[in-house]
């Protein structure tokens, strides 16, 4: 039988006098353990829901590697790439490639009979993936975008459509001006999206790459690039490296050097300002651990004095200072234990709540997010629930050696 265990039961369980100094002491504890426990699992999951959410949106837009021209770093002008069947073969037979597509883009004037406004369209073919854009559609539906042909269909953001106060099935003009020369289109508004990325919201059309093309002058093979799904991203360096191998300063049909670009370096700008959002988290972990362990500290030391005459009769019954020691830190496990029982009752719940219901809202002009996205993690809160528990256990090892200073016969004395 484990002696200091079952001495730490009984003294847990044991009710007592209710005036005891040390019970609102064990109350202030387990409530500061389950408070500090509840706030840790909550800003985990929100910033993990934070930080995937505004990844997604941004790889839903570029994929997780782009293919093009090596002249797009030196210079503005649409250089394209030549991509024929085979390459496409070759790309998609990559290690690591789950999808790929072709692209184009170019530059053109959107106008109503009371407002213009420029914008970029981009053109995507039949093979394009429209699960992101059908996640965020708001009105009508995504086009067939085709490669051979042009319906003059546009799927347009709910920003661009309110500026140019615009609705599905209106028509609007564009106006492509070239080095010597205005193309004029008529489309349709064939569906509006919102994702709150504004960067991309503000001035980013789809359409068909047959027309893009038309437009740019290119011929049916030609691009600007070529987006590419991995099918693992914690494994996308592999594949970033075999891209490198296999496609990095090699030449397409026509001669011209290709390139690829993954998406953290296309906008590092949003990837280094996710990541400063990991030392916030580090942040209020510290601080959480430590009005956990400082209210575990105090109440341990409350309840060893307000005990000094139940820790002299055990040493002068023969008990050592290391048993009736790991008596009192068994008690504080029972003690932590019960925090963190109704810390994770808590946490879990509030993250429940604002997953299912919204409850909380956010500006997604400011955050890209309307309300706060939360992503439950079970087996990062586990390794939370047990970093804590050994974290709390290990500052109380210090205090627990005021014991060995408890001498049996004064202590048997003392009231």
Not at 229 to 247: G, Q, W
């Given at each position: 039988?484990n002696?200091?265990?079952f001495?730490?039961?009984?003294i847990y369980?044991?009710?007592g ?15 500061g353990?389950a408070?500090g426990l509840a ?5 985990v999951?929100?910033v993990l829901g934070?930080?995937?959410t ?6 839903g837009?570029g994929?997780h590697?782009?293919?093009?021209n090596?002249?797009?770093f030196?210079?503005a002008d649409p250089y394209?790439?030549?991509?024929n069947?085979s390459?496409m073969?070759?790309i ?18 959107l106008?109503?009979d009371d407002?213009?406004?420029g914008?970029?369209?981009k053109?995507?073919g039949p093979e ?10 708001l009105e009508?539906e ?5 490669d ?6 546009l799927l ?7 500026k140019l ?6 028509k609007?003009f ?8 205005v193309k004029?289109r ?6 509006i999206y ?5 960067r991309?919201?503000e001035?980013?059309?789809f359409?068909d790459?047959y027309?893009?093309?038309?437009l740019?002058?290119?011929s049916k093979?030609d ?5 590419v ?5 914690e494994k996308?360096?592999?594949?970033e490296d075999?891209?490198?191998n296999d496609?990095?300063?090699t ?12 998406i ?5 700008q949003?990837?280094?300002w996710?990541?400063?959002l990991?030392i ?9 651990v430590?009005v956990a362990?400082f ?5 341990l030391?409350i309840?060893?004095?307000?005990r000094?005459?139940m820790?002299?009769?055990?040493k002068?019954?023969g008990a050592?200072?290391?048993?009736v ?5 068994w008690?504080?496990v029972?003690?932590?234990g ?6 994770n009752?808590?946490?879990?719940g ?8 919204g409850?909380?809202?956010l500006?997604?002009?400011?955050y ?8 439950l993690?079970?087996p990062?809160?586990?390794l ?6 050994l ?7 210090a205090?627990s ?5 408890i001498?049996p016969?004064?202590?048997m004395?003392?009231?």
């Amino acid at each position: 039988m484990n002696f200091p265990l079952f001495i730490a039961r009984r003294i847990y369980n044991d009710k007592g006098d209710k005036r005891m100094v040390s019970r609102p002491a064990i109350r202030i504890a387990t409530i500061g353990v389950a408070i500090g426990l509840a706030v840790m699992i909550v800003t985990v999951c929100v910033v993990l829901g934070f930080k995937h959410t505004i990844r997604d949106k941004v790889m839903g837009f570029g994929g997780h590697i782009q293919v093009h021209n090596v002249m797009l770093f030196n210079d503005a002008d649409p250089y394209t790439i030549c991509v024929n069947d085979s390459m496409m073969n070759v790309i998609s037979n990559i290690q690591g490639v789950k999808h790929t597509e072709r692209y184009s883009m170019t530059q053109g004037l959107l106008k109503t009979d009371d407002d213009f406004l420029g914008v970029a369209f981009k053109g995507v073919g039949p093979e394009f993936n429209s699960s992101f854009l059908q996640e965020h559609l708001l009105e009508g539906e995504i086009p067939q975008f085709s490669d051979t042909a042009s319906h003059y269909q546009l799927l347009m953001s709910k920003m661009i459509a309110d500026k140019l106060q615009l609705k599905t099935n209106d028509k609007v003009f564009a106006y492509f001006i070239g080095n010597d020369d205005v193309k004029t289109r008529k489309y349709t508004v064939c569906g509006i999206y919102q994702t709150n990325m504004t960067r991309f919201d503000e001035n980013l059309c789809f359409t068909d790459i047959y027309a893009v093309n038309r437009l740019n002058g290119w011929s049916k093979e030609d691009c600007t690039g070529i987006s590419v799904m991995v099918e693992d991203l914690e494994k996308m360096k592999l594949t970033e490296d075999a891209f490198i191998n296999d496609i990095n300063r090699t030449c397409d049909p026509n001669g011209d050097m290709m390139t690829t670009q993954t998406i953290y370096e296309t906008y590092p700008q949003v990837f280094m300002w996710l990541e400063l959002l990991d030392i916030n988290v580090w942040i209020i972990l510290a601080l959480m651990v430590c009005v956990a362990g400082f209210t575990m500290i105090s109440g341990l030391l409350i309840i060893i004095l307000e005990r000094t005459q139940m820790i002299g009769i055990l040493k002068a019954l023969g008990a050592r200072n290391k048993t009736v020691r790991h008596t009192f830190l068994w008690f504080s496990v029972f003690i932590i234990g019960q925090g963190m029982l109704w810390g994770n009752i808590i946490g879990l719940g509030i993250v429940l709540i604002q997953k299912y219901t919204g409850i909380i809202s956010l500006d997604p002009q400011t955050y890209y997010v309307s309300e706060a996205p939360m992503e439950l993690n079970i087996p990062l809160i586990l390794l939370l629930d047990a970093v804590t528990l050994l974290i709390c256990i290990f500052v109380l090892i210090a205090p627990s050696f005021l014991i060995s200073h408890i001498h049996p016969a004064k202590s048997m004395r003392y009231e």
